[in-house]
RNA sequence: GGUUCCGUAGCUCAGUUGGAUAGAGCAACAGCCUUCUAAGCUGUGGGUCGAGCGUUCGAAUCGCUCCGGAAUCACCA
């Protein structure tokens, strides 16, 4: 049991004992006392005033008093206004040194799923915000005892990786990772990207080639004019608005004008020559891709699966660099088309509606929302059907007690809309379902765009972080007299626990700003920070060894403390708490800024007393049992936010 | 426009089940290495906690109204 508990359990019994009344021991508020006041824990009064029929400070006193009389840990206390400030012993703070910290046993089961990126383009700094959060996450669960199912949705499917196999199919020259250089993912990406470029130059071109015919004298009947009109319409938005659907209705009112045969030559020419742009543009090609797709041509599937293979050869590069691994890969092609069947019983039970056109909805106008397509009139998928699918046939196979969905803040509504449709459906786990919905990471100047290049590339990054990890290494003299391999390692370290930490320590469902233009810090409150410190803990533990001092296994209770050692082990006694905290909130941000004000703590202990040099035996042992433990502390929290840390740096 | 989220120091962030004088880091300035790693430590300056009203012993925290920003509201995923 917690002191804190121990010590509300008896204030309660104190309330009793004097003013013989109940209260209940949840609604207790205990706090640690400010550092600025003497005491260790707070007890506010103030609510208790109604059952004392006292002064605050009466009160205050009385209850002290009788708090002081039945637990032998509290030395002494203070009343300051309302507030009763708690002294524990300096035995009982010693003592924590010895609790030795056991997962907390729990028979949960949680699944959680991150990072889930397409296969269009290499990972940004947006997926190594999701990938370390989904991590993080799951070690903290497990810190917690419970068991953690990491798994990855891959969305490896759809119009955006036709995009890029038509790109590579068309302006490719045939080029591979091999024969290029480049990583498979960031080829692949190129080929997104050069794809965007062509299908502007046609839009441009047919803008162009509008604009022109607007000058040329018509010679169409009316009915000829308004279809003309139509068609102009489109032609101004066709900037913006060309698709599919779009292309295919100027195609067709086109081919009916030029089969009236009334037209004047020029229109002719012109006429054929918008026909000829729009099946050769790009966004029109893709989606005939698409289709080819969906029928299994073979060509098609083979291609598919040459650069889709390019594009995990490179996800499998990054995330092995950023220390992420999946107990288990879904594919959306594999995927897509689960949870049409569950819907169709849906509609057969009456939970959904079927409408004129075949089409499938929910209503949920009754949460509050609108109606939500679940089948098109076709009777094909839509994104949600997918998910229900997923989420139906995950719950089959893990009987998750909670599943975890590590997915953006913009999908806060598709995840809202998800739970409710899966009540609807009668599955009553709907409400085990959390979207553990985390902040974009933005620029100072707003969001990340890819179309504007100012995408924040995840191999670019980590690759920068390596290499200032390097330079200010070098600049301290830090690596001296280690081996090449040694150095490596240490960078890689430095470099990606000041990468991990500026992500983590800010709460995940905040947004957050990162400016490429300042390099993240490797001084303050940063990972590197962190790392260095336990670094110094384990020259100190080494420089024992070599003197032939061996690390006490047990505190000595009799040893005397300073006001910063005291100040050091109540955080560390505080870790226990801290675990549970973070795992409740789901919060990383928790650990970070905890191991933080462990380090800060230490740094100070460091500098104002002497651990080897201490003359005191007692005194010696204790402090370098306290550094130890210290730097277990460290180690811990870092690894529960996914960061290595070194014993030299 | 509807819904949801956010607004704390010049910048990046803590602090929010209501508690004492709102905290860190960066940046700026001033100190501390013949002493266990100076990626450290100490100090100075920097705030209308977006604004107003309310709830109460007490509000950055809760409620209402504004102001400012973001996301979302597809037969896209």
């Known amino acids: 049991m917690t002191i804190e508990k121990q010590i509300t359990e008896k204030f309660c019994k104190a309330i009793e004992t004097l003013y013989s009344q109940a209260i209940d021991i949840n609604t207790v508020q205990i706090s640690k006392t400010r550092k600025d006041i003497r005491g260790d824990f707070t007890i506010n009064v103030f609510p208790y005033l109604k059952i004392s029929r006292k002064s605050p400070e009466q009160t205050a006193i009385e209850i002290g008093k009788q708090l002081t009389d039945s637990l032998p840990e509290i030395d002494s206390f203070d009343v300051i206004k309302g507030f009763l400030n708690l002294v524990l012993s300096d035995s009982f703070w010693v003592q924590q040194l010895n609790n030795k910290n056991e997962p907390i046993p729990s028979r949960k089961n949680a699944l959680i799923e991150f990072s889930s990126p397409n296969t269009n383009k290499p990972l940004h700094l947006g997926h190594i915000r999701n990938n370390l959060i989904g991590h993080s996450i799951s070690e903290i669960l497990k810190a917690n005892g419970q068991t953690v199912t990491k798994?990855?949705?891959?969305?490896?499917?759809?119009?955006?990786?036709?995009?890029?196999?038509?790109?590579?199919?068309?302006?490719?020259?045939?080029e591979s990772p091999e024969t290029s250089g480049m990583k498979g993912d960031h080829l692949v990406g190129k080929h997104y990207v050069e794809f965007d470029k062509k299908s502007k130059a046609n839009v441009a071109y047919l803008f162009n080639l509008f604009k022109e015919y607007k000058k040329l004298p018509a010679s169409f009947t009316k009915e000829q004019i308004a279809a003309q009109i139509g068609m102009f319409e489109t032609a101004e938005r066709i900037s913006n608005e060309l698709n599919y659907p779009t292309v295919k209705r100027i195609i067709n009112s086109l081919k009916i004008i030029q089969s009236k045969q009334i037209n004047t030559?020029?229109?002719?020419?012109f006429i054929e020559q918008v026909v000829s742009a729009l099946i050769e543009s790009p966004l029109y090609s893709a989606q005939e891709m698409l289709l080819k797709w969906e029928e299994g041509d073979k060509d098609i599937i083979n291609l598919w699966n040459k650069m889709n293979g390019w594009v995990y050869e490179g996800f499998d590069i990054t995330y092995k660099e950023l220390g992420i691994s999946f107990d288990k890969t879904y594919y959306e092609s594999q995927t897509y088309g689960l949870g049409k069947d569950e819907v169709l019983k849906g509609v057969t039970a009456g939970a959904l509606i079927k409408k004129e056109d075949n089409s499938v909805w929910a209503d949920l106008t009754d949460e509050g929302l609108d109606e939500k397509l679940l089948l098109r009139s076709d009777g094909t998928s839509v994104y949600m059907t997918q998910d229900i699918g997923t989420a139906i046939m995950r719950k089959n196979e893990f009987n998750a007690d909670e599943m975890i969905y590590v997915v953006g803040n913009e999908q806060n509504y598709h995840f809202q809309v998800f739970r409710l449709v899966l009540k609807k459906l009668g599955y009553e786990w709907y409400d085990k379902i959390f979207h553990l919905s985390y902040g974009m990471v933005e620029l100072p100047e707003g969001k990340m765009k890819s179309r504007e290049g100012t995408v924040v590339d995840a191999d670019d990054l980590i690759e920068e972080m390596y290499a200032t990890a390097k330079s200010i290494s070098q600049e301290l003299g830090k690596l001296e007299g280690h081996s090449e391999s040694e150095i490596q390692k240490t960078i890689k370290m430095v470099g990606m626990g000041a990468l991990k930490y500026f992500i983590l320590k800010v709460d995940p469902k905040k947004n957050m700003v990162f400016n490429p233009k300042e390099s993240i810090d490797f001084d303050g409150n940063t990972g590197p920070f962190i790392q260095y410190t336990h670094a110094r803990i384990c020259s100190i533990i080494r420089k024992a060894k070599e003197a032939g001092i061996v690390i006490p296994g047990k505190a000595d209770d009799k040893t005397t403390i300073t006001e910063t050692e005291k100040s050091l082990l109540k955080i560390i006694s505080d870790f226990d708490n801290i675990v549970v905290e973070a795992g409740e909130e789901l919060n990383p941000a928790i650990i970070a800024n905890y191991v933080y004000a462990l380090v800060k703590e230490y740094n100070l202990f460091y500098h104002n007393l002497p651990i080897l040099k201490?003359?005191?035996?007692?005194?010696?042992?204790?402090?370098l049992l306290l550094s130890f433990v210290a730097s277990e502390k460290i180690k811990y929290s870092m690894h529960l936010l996914g960061i290595e840390v070194p014993e030299r740096m």
Do not use: P, Y
């Open 614 to 623: 201490e003359s005191d035996k007692t005194k010696q042992d204790f402090r």
């Open 265 to 269: 030559n020029q229109e002719i020419d």
């Open 151 to 174: 798994v990855n949705l891959v969305n490896d499917r759809g119009i955006h990786i036709c995009k890029s196999m038509l790109a590579w199919q068309k302006w490719g020259n045939g």
